[in-house]
Antibody, heavy 121, light 108 residues
């Protein structure tokens, strides 16, 4: 069974750093892109970026370039999303998601359960 | 960047109603269009991929159509468990997926 299991909720202060994780199991972790999606309270889904754990090729949405860092450790089948200096506006639910590629399609077929990040002084 | 719009932003419907949600892309995306359902407090769930292919395990009352810039998600007979928010997503821009703003379906 394919699973993406994310780390638990975090409460941080502005200016602090944070790294959240997403552990994949039940499939070849190095063969599928893993994306990160932000959902601010009461708002829609925003695509942040994506990483290919096989070679760590990483792409960022322009809105998130320079704001976060996406990485992966294929030895432990885990992807990461990190911030060096959190802002209150980073308060959101963050989902990791597996991209599946078909012959003429590309979709997110599995999602993590989400990690709630709250940034407040 | 490819921008996605959805209409309506919300709708109220009754059990048994036929519901149609529209998604439009800012440029042609061929059939690289997916639909997701999200319920409160839960992760999104894939319903339709490649514009019209039903994801395994999804009820057949859900269907998708369209190509190019205009797409539609139809629920043929709304069930109580279908009250949720629906998002379209383009995957034509290979590594920079974009979601639509969402359509909330609630009970009339």
């Amino acid at each position: 069974e394919v699973q993406l299991v994310q780390s638990g909720a975090e409460v941080k202060k502005p200016g602090e750093s944070l790294k959240i994780s997403c552990k994949g199991s039940g499939y070849s972790f190095t063969s599928y892109w893993i994306g990160w999606v932000r959902q601010m309270p009461g708002k829609g889904l925003e695509w942040m970026g994506i990483i290919y754990p096989g070679d760590s090729d990483t792409r960022y949405s322009p809105s998130f370039q320079g704001q976060v860092t996406i990485s992966a450790d294929k030895s432990i089948s885990t992807a990461y999303l990190q911030w060096s200096s959190l802002k209150a506006s980073d308060t959101a639910m963050y989902y990791c998601a597996r991209r599946n590629d078909g012959d003429y399609s590309a979709e997110i077929d599995y999602w993590g359960q989400g990690t709630l990040v709250t940034v407040s002084s | 960047d490819i921008q996605m719009t959805q209409s309506p932003s919300s709708l109220s419907a009754s059990v048994g109603d036929r519901v149609t949600i529209t998604c439009r892309a800012s440029q042609s995306i061929s059939s690289y269009l997916n639909w997701y359902q999200q319920k409160p407090g839960k992760a999104p769930k894939l319903l339709i991929y490649a514009a019209s292919s039903l994801q395994s395990g999804v009820p057949s009352r859900f269907s998708g159509s369209g190509s190019g810039t205009d797409f539609t998600l139809t629920i043929s007979s709304l069930q109580p468990e279908d009250f949720a928010t629906y998002y379209c997503q383009q995957s034509y821009s290979t590594l920079l997926f974009t979601f639509g703003p969402g359509t909330k379906v609630d009970i009339k």
